[in-house]
């Protein structure tokens, strides 16, 4: 490979990392549906399993995370990343991370403390020389409430920021 191509990739890696932690980072603020739609091209697809919610076009996209706030009240996305490959076109790239993400979920009714985790499995496209997402799977293997409950206080130990 030549220096060329190699800076080019190490620089769509950044900007594929900067991407996925734009979006951890929205998330973590309360899940602003505009926001996060805007880092989806408009035919994206963004999809978690094993509840199978698919939503297609940023439009769909937004609308979904319209319920996430409530839902989320307060999250915290760790993501640990495997690795990104942009293809050789230049132009797209695959890219994994695991997640871990204590919350306070209100998923089911009740208000308890909990814990996702997964992977992410995502296709990404540069258009006018921007990253964006195509394609965001989400593969959660872990969903439990936590044994103590932060949902009431997550500073019960006196410190507080």
Not at 18 to 46: H, K, M, N, T
Not at 51 to 57: D, Y
Request: aromatic share 10%; with cysteine; proline share 6%.
């Amino acid at each position: 490979m030549d220096d060329q191509r190699l800076l080019f990739e190490l620089r769509a890696e950044r900007d594929i990392a900067r991407l996925q932690a734009r979006y951890s980072a929205l998330c973590d603020d309360g899940f602003p549906p505009a926001a996060i739609g805007e880092l989806f091209v408009e035919d994206a697809v963004w999809e978690s399993s094993p509840h199978g919610v698919r939503c297609e076009g940023r439009a769909q996209i937004a609308a979904h995370f319209e319920s996430a706030g409530p839902m989320y009240p307060w999250s915290m996305h760790i993501n640990v990343p495997l690795g990104v490959d942009v293809a050789g076109d230049g132009d797209t790239a695959d890219g994994a991370w695991h997640l871990l993400m204590p919350c306070i979920d209100r998923s089911t009714g009740a208000v308890t403390a909990g814990w996702l985790a997964g992977k992410y499995l995502n296709t990404f496209v540069r258009v006018d020389g921007e990253w964006r997402f195509q394609h965001l799977r989400i593969a959660f293997e872990l969903m439990t409430p936590h044994l103590t409950d932060w949902a009431v206080d997550r500073f019960q130990h006196g410190a507080r920021p």
